[in-house]
Protein backbone atom coordinates (compact mmCIF):
# COMPACT_ATOMS: atom_id res chain seq x y z
CA UNK A 1 0.00 0.00 0.00
CA UNK A 2 1.19 3.44 -1.00
CA UNK A 3 0.11 6.76 0.70
CA UNK A 4 0.91 10.14 -0.39
CA UNK A 5 -0.09 12.84 2.11
CA UNK A 6 -0.37 16.15 1.92
CA UNK A 7 1.57 18.54 4.08
CA UNK A 8 -0.16 20.54 6.69
CA UNK A 9 0.94 23.74 8.75
CA UNK A 10 -0.90 24.67 11.82
CA UNK A 11 -0.40 28.06 14.01
CA UNK A 12 -1.39 28.18 17.17
CA UNK A 13 -0.62 31.18 19.79
CA UNK A 14 -0.34 31.38 23.54
CA UNK A 15 -2.32 34.67 25.49
CA UNK A 16 0.98 36.62 26.08
CA UNK A 17 1.16 38.39 22.25
CA UNK A 18 -2.39 37.20 20.59
CA UNK A 19 -1.79 40.24 17.99
CA UNK A 20 0.83 39.28 17.12
CA UNK A 21 0.31 35.66 16.41
CA UNK A 22 -2.63 36.66 14.47
CA UNK A 23 -0.35 38.82 11.81
CA UNK A 24 1.94 36.15 11.27
CA UNK A 25 -0.94 33.83 10.51
CA UNK A 26 -2.56 36.20 8.20
CA UNK A 27 1.08 37.11 6.33
CA UNK A 28 0.91 32.98 5.72
CA UNK A 29 -2.75 33.28 4.20
CA UNK A 30 -3.59 30.71 7.09
CA UNK A 31 -5.94 30.62 10.24
CA UNK A 32 -4.39 30.84 13.92
CA UNK A 33 -5.76 26.87 14.92
CA UNK A 34 -8.36 26.98 17.31
CA UNK A 35 -7.52 26.02 21.15
CA UNK A 36 -8.81 26.58 24.43
CA UNK A 37 -6.65 28.21 26.94
CA UNK A 38 -7.34 29.20 30.18
CA UNK A 39 -6.16 29.15 34.15
CA UNK A 40 -8.03 26.55 36.98
CA UNK A 41 -9.25 28.68 39.88
CA UNK A 42 -5.52 27.38 41.34
CA UNK A 43 -4.04 29.43 38.70
CA UNK A 44 -2.43 26.07 36.70
CA UNK A 45 -2.40 26.18 32.74
CA UNK A 46 -5.34 24.35 30.52
CA UNK A 47 -4.84 24.05 26.87
CA UNK A 48 -6.28 21.92 24.61
CA UNK A 49 -6.18 22.02 20.51
CA UNK A 50 -9.69 22.12 19.32
CA UNK A 51 -8.85 20.40 15.49
CA UNK A 52 -6.51 17.54 15.28
CA UNK A 53 -2.82 17.89 14.73
CA UNK A 54 -1.88 14.73 14.10
CA UNK A 55 0.54 14.58 11.09
CA UNK A 56 0.83 18.43 11.11
CA UNK A 57 3.90 21.07 10.86
CA UNK A 58 2.69 22.77 14.09
CA UNK A 59 3.88 26.30 14.91
CA UNK A 60 3.71 27.58 18.61
CA UNK A 61 3.85 31.00 18.47
CA UNK A 62 4.81 32.57 21.76
CA UNK A 63 7.21 35.93 23.23
CA UNK A 64 8.61 35.48 26.71
CA UNK A 65 7.15 38.74 28.37
CA UNK A 66 5.14 39.84 31.72
CA UNK A 67 4.22 37.50 32.87
CA UNK A 68 7.57 35.89 31.54
CA UNK A 69 7.17 32.47 33.42
CA UNK A 70 3.83 32.38 32.49
CA UNK A 71 4.36 33.34 29.57
CA UNK A 72 6.99 30.17 28.91
CA UNK A 73 5.22 27.92 30.83
CA UNK A 74 2.20 28.24 27.96
CA UNK A 75 4.58 27.57 25.54
CA UNK A 76 5.71 24.09 27.41
CA UNK A 77 2.16 23.03 28.49
CA UNK A 78 1.04 23.71 24.34
CA UNK A 79 4.08 21.87 23.50
CA UNK A 80 3.66 19.00 25.15
CA UNK A 81 0.11 18.69 23.81
CA UNK A 82 1.20 19.10 20.88
CA UNK A 83 3.79 16.21 20.76
CA UNK A 84 1.30 14.12 22.92
CA UNK A 85 -1.67 14.51 19.95
CA UNK A 86 1.32 13.41 17.18
CA UNK A 87 2.40 16.37 15.21
CA UNK A 88 4.38 15.37 12.95
CA UNK A 89 6.58 18.38 14.06
CA UNK A 90 6.77 20.87 16.71
CA UNK A 91 8.59 24.51 15.75
CA UNK A 92 8.30 26.99 18.82
CA UNK A 93 8.38 30.39 17.70
CA UNK A 94 9.70 32.71 20.58
CA UNK A 95 10.06 36.26 18.65
CA UNK A 96 11.70 37.42 22.19
CA UNK A 97 14.01 34.80 24.00
CA UNK A 98 13.62 34.57 27.72
CA UNK A 99 16.19 34.72 30.49
CA UNK A 100 18.75 35.10 27.06
CA UNK A 101 20.72 37.98 29.81
CA UNK A 102 21.26 35.06 31.76
CA UNK A 103 23.57 33.36 29.05
CA UNK A 104 26.86 32.43 31.60
CA UNK A 105 27.94 32.81 34.68
CA UNK A 106 29.06 36.62 35.66
CA UNK A 107 29.56 35.52 39.53
CA UNK A 108 30.18 32.34 41.15
CA UNK A 109 27.00 30.48 42.11
CA UNK A 110 24.30 32.10 39.15
CA UNK A 111 22.71 29.80 37.16
CA UNK A 112 22.41 29.97 33.09
CA UNK A 113 19.12 29.82 33.14
CA UNK A 114 19.26 30.57 28.86
CA UNK A 115 20.23 27.31 28.80
CA UNK A 116 17.57 26.20 31.41
CA UNK A 117 15.13 27.85 28.92
CA UNK A 118 16.54 25.69 25.86
CA UNK A 119 16.51 22.28 27.99
CA UNK A 120 12.89 23.03 28.71
CA UNK A 121 11.81 23.89 25.14
CA UNK A 122 13.20 20.47 23.85
CA UNK A 123 12.24 18.16 26.73
CA UNK A 124 8.80 19.25 26.15
CA UNK A 125 8.73 18.39 22.50
CA UNK A 126 9.82 21.46 20.24
CA UNK A 127 11.70 20.03 17.38
CA UNK A 128 13.08 22.92 16.26
CA UNK A 129 13.11 26.83 17.56
CA UNK A 130 12.53 30.06 15.51
CA UNK A 131 14.10 33.11 17.30
CA UNK A 132 14.59 36.92 16.57
CA UNK A 133 17.55 38.79 17.60
CA UNK A 134 19.16 36.78 20.70
CA UNK A 135 20.79 38.87 23.15
CA UNK A 136 23.85 36.79 22.86
CA UNK A 137 23.96 33.92 19.54
CA UNK A 138 25.85 31.38 21.62
CA UNK A 139 22.36 30.72 23.16
CA UNK A 140 21.79 28.79 19.51
CA UNK A 141 24.62 26.49 20.96
CA UNK A 142 22.31 25.01 23.75
CA UNK A 143 19.86 23.24 21.46
CA UNK A 144 20.71 20.31 19.91
CA UNK A 145 17.92 20.69 17.61
CA UNK A 146 17.70 22.47 14.68
CA UNK A 147 17.61 26.64 15.59
CA UNK A 148 16.80 29.30 13.24
CA UNK A 149 17.82 32.66 14.13
CA UNK A 150 16.09 35.66 12.43
CA UNK A 151 16.91 39.57 12.56
CA UNK A 152 15.22 42.31 12.01
CA UNK A 153 18.03 44.86 10.86
CA UNK A 154 16.27 44.46 7.32
CA UNK A 155 13.35 46.09 8.93
CA UNK A 156 14.99 48.53 10.52
CA UNK A 157 17.54 49.91 8.06
CA UNK A 158 14.55 50.22 5.60
CA UNK A 159 13.10 52.45 8.10
CA UNK A 160 16.42 54.50 8.30
CA UNK A 161 17.08 54.24 4.87
CA UNK A 162 13.70 55.20 2.79
CA UNK A 163 11.80 56.81 5.84
CA UNK A 164 14.08 58.82 7.57
CA UNK A 165 16.51 59.02 4.87
CA UNK A 166 19.18 58.32 7.05
CA UNK A 167 22.21 56.49 4.82
CA UNK A 168 25.50 57.45 3.56
CA UNK A 169 29.23 58.35 4.85
CA UNK A 170 28.33 61.30 7.00
CA UNK A 171 26.15 59.05 9.14
CA UNK A 172 27.54 57.21 12.17
CA UNK A 173 26.16 54.01 13.31
CA UNK A 174 26.50 53.52 16.98
CA UNK A 175 27.25 50.54 18.94
CA UNK A 176 25.96 50.66 22.57
CA UNK A 177 29.04 48.30 23.65
CA UNK A 178 31.74 46.35 22.38
CA UNK A 179 29.79 43.01 22.23
CA UNK A 180 26.92 44.89 19.68
CA UNK A 181 29.53 45.52 17.50
CA UNK A 182 29.30 42.94 14.78
CA UNK A 183 25.59 43.81 15.12
CA UNK A 184 25.87 47.47 14.11
CA UNK A 185 28.73 46.80 12.11
CA UNK A 186 25.83 44.88 9.71
CA UNK A 187 23.80 47.99 10.00
CA UNK A 188 26.56 50.04 8.81
CA UNK A 189 26.55 48.52 5.64
CA UNK A 190 22.84 47.81 5.27
CA UNK A 191 23.02 52.13 5.26
CA UNK A 192 26.78 52.62 3.77
CA UNK A 193 27.26 54.66 6.88
CA UNK A 194 30.58 55.16 9.35
CA UNK A 195 31.32 52.97 12.68
CA UNK A 196 31.77 54.35 16.34
CA UNK A 197 30.78 52.24 19.62
CA UNK A 198 30.57 53.45 22.96
CA UNK A 199 32.74 52.33 26.00
CA UNK A 200 31.20 51.33 29.05
CA UNK A 201 32.57 49.49 32.12
CA UNK A 202 28.98 47.92 34.01
CA UNK A 203 29.34 47.43 37.62
CA UNK A 204 30.31 43.86 38.59
CA UNK A 205 27.59 43.80 41.55
CA UNK A 206 24.59 46.25 40.75
CA UNK A 207 22.20 45.68 37.90
CA UNK A 208 22.15 47.30 35.53
CA UNK A 209 24.35 50.46 36.52
CA UNK A 210 27.53 51.46 34.61
CA UNK A 211 30.30 53.10 36.00
CA UNK A 212 32.38 54.64 32.78
CA UNK A 213 31.26 55.39 29.36
CA UNK A 214 33.09 57.17 26.87
CA UNK A 215 32.63 57.27 22.77
CA UNK A 216 35.24 55.88 20.20
CA UNK A 217 35.09 57.45 16.56
CA UNK A 218 34.18 60.67 15.14
CA UNK A 219 30.66 61.86 15.60
CA UNK A 220 30.76 65.50 16.10
CA UNK A 221 27.89 67.88 13.74
CA UNK A 222 27.22 63.75 12.28
CA UNK A 223 23.81 62.41 12.74
CA UNK A 224 23.85 58.99 15.01
CA UNK A 225 22.20 56.14 14.63
CA UNK A 226 22.34 54.10 18.23
CA UNK A 227 21.41 50.07 17.51
CA UNK A 228 21.02 47.53 20.09
CA UNK A 229 18.73 44.31 20.48
CA UNK A 230 16.91 45.77 23.26
CA UNK A 231 15.70 48.18 25.38
CA UNK A 232 14.83 47.63 29.02
CA UNK A 233 15.26 49.86 31.48
CA UNK A 234 17.19 52.68 28.84
CA UNK A 235 19.84 53.43 31.45
CA UNK A 236 22.56 52.68 28.67
CA UNK A 237 20.44 53.86 25.52
CA UNK A 238 20.13 57.34 27.60
CA UNK A 239 23.85 57.38 28.86
CA UNK A 240 25.15 56.88 25.61
CA UNK A 241 22.59 59.71 23.32
CA UNK A 242 23.50 62.04 26.61
CA UNK A 243 27.31 61.33 25.83
CA UNK A 244 26.98 61.71 22.25
CA UNK A 245 25.27 64.78 22.40
CA UNK A 246 27.96 66.20 25.06
CA UNK A 247 30.69 65.35 21.83
CA UNK A 248 28.68 67.77 19.55
CA UNK A 249 26.65 64.68 17.57
CA UNK A 250 23.79 65.59 15.09
CA UNK A 251 20.36 64.27 15.18
CA UNK A 252 20.83 60.62 17.43
CA UNK A 253 18.05 57.81 16.70
CA UNK A 254 17.87 54.91 18.49
CA UNK A 255 16.75 51.57 16.80
CA UNK A 256 16.36 47.80 18.44
CA UNK A 257 14.45 44.71 17.82
CA UNK A 258 12.72 44.40 21.62
CA UNK A 259 11.51 47.05 23.68
CA UNK A 260 10.60 46.42 27.24
CA UNK A 261 10.87 49.68 28.59
CA UNK A 262 11.11 48.40 31.97
CA UNK A 263 10.94 50.84 34.79
CA UNK A 264 11.41 54.27 34.23
CA UNK A 265 12.48 53.71 30.86
CA UNK A 266 10.15 55.78 29.04
CA UNK A 267 10.62 58.90 31.03
CA UNK A 268 14.49 58.57 30.55
CA UNK A 269 14.10 57.90 26.55
CA UNK A 270 11.36 61.12 26.47
CA UNK A 271 13.97 63.41 28.35
CA UNK A 272 16.94 62.69 26.31
CA UNK A 273 17.91 64.34 23.33
CA UNK A 274 16.75 61.78 20.86
CA UNK A 275 14.64 62.31 17.54
CA UNK A 276 13.16 59.37 16.85
CA UNK A 277 12.83 55.29 18.96
CA UNK A 278 12.33 52.44 16.46
CA UNK A 279 11.82 49.19 18.16
CA UNK A 280 9.54 46.00 16.33
CA UNK A 281 6.62 44.29 18.07
CA UNK A 282 8.52 41.15 19.20
CA UNK A 283 7.00 42.01 22.60
CA UNK A 284 3.56 43.65 23.41
CA UNK A 285 3.48 47.50 24.10
CA UNK A 286 1.36 48.77 26.72
CA UNK A 287 -0.09 51.92 25.96
CA UNK A 288 1.25 53.34 29.19
CA UNK A 289 4.82 52.59 28.09
CA UNK A 290 4.37 54.17 24.60
CA UNK A 291 5.85 58.06 23.90
CA UNK A 292 5.18 60.12 21.38
CA UNK A 293 9.04 59.52 19.80
CA UNK A 294 8.45 55.82 19.42
CA UNK A 295 8.03 53.84 16.40
CA UNK A 296 6.69 50.43 16.24
CA UNK A 297 7.70 48.34 13.16
CA UNK A 298 5.66 45.16 12.72
CA UNK A 299 8.37 41.93 12.83
CA UNK A 300 5.57 39.60 11.44
CA UNK A 301 6.25 39.96 7.85
CA UNK A 302 9.31 38.71 8.24
CA UNK A 303 8.73 35.54 10.83
CA UNK A 304 6.40 34.70 8.52
CA UNK A 305 9.19 34.55 5.56
CA UNK A 306 11.22 32.44 8.29
CA UNK A 307 7.78 30.14 8.88
CA UNK A 308 7.13 29.84 5.53
CA UNK A 309 11.05 28.32 4.80
CA UNK A 310 10.92 26.17 7.46
CA UNK A 311 7.46 24.52 6.19
CA UNK A 312 9.04 24.12 2.52
CA UNK A 313 12.14 22.58 4.20
CA UNK A 314 13.99 25.74 2.26
CA UNK A 315 16.76 27.89 3.43
CA UNK A 316 15.93 30.69 5.72
CA UNK A 317 19.43 32.42 5.77
CA UNK A 318 18.90 32.93 1.77
CA UNK A 319 16.17 35.70 3.62
CA UNK A 320 18.72 37.62 5.03
CA UNK A 321 21.38 36.73 2.79
CA UNK A 322 23.30 35.20 5.47
CA UNK A 323 23.61 38.32 7.98
CA UNK A 324 21.25 36.19 10.63
CA UNK A 325 24.38 34.94 11.63
CA UNK A 326 26.02 35.97 15.24
Not at 225 to 247: F, K
Not at 255 to 274: D, N, V, W, Y
Amino acid sequence: MEIITKKRMMLFTGTIHPALGHEIADCLSIPVSESELRRFASGEIYFRAEESVRGADVFVVQTHYEPVNEALMEQLIMIDAMKRASAKRITAVVPYYGYSRQDHKALSREPISAKLVADLLSTAGADRVVSVDLHSGQIQGYFDSPFDHLTALPILSNHFKDELGLHGDDLVVVAPDAGRIKTSEKLREYLHADLAFLYKRRSRHEAHKIEEMAVVGEVEGRPCVIVDDMIDTASTISAGVHVLAEMGAGPIFVGATHGLFSGKARQLLEEAPIEQVVVTNTLPIPEERQFDKLRVLSIAPLIASGLRAVFEDSSVSEIFGGANQV
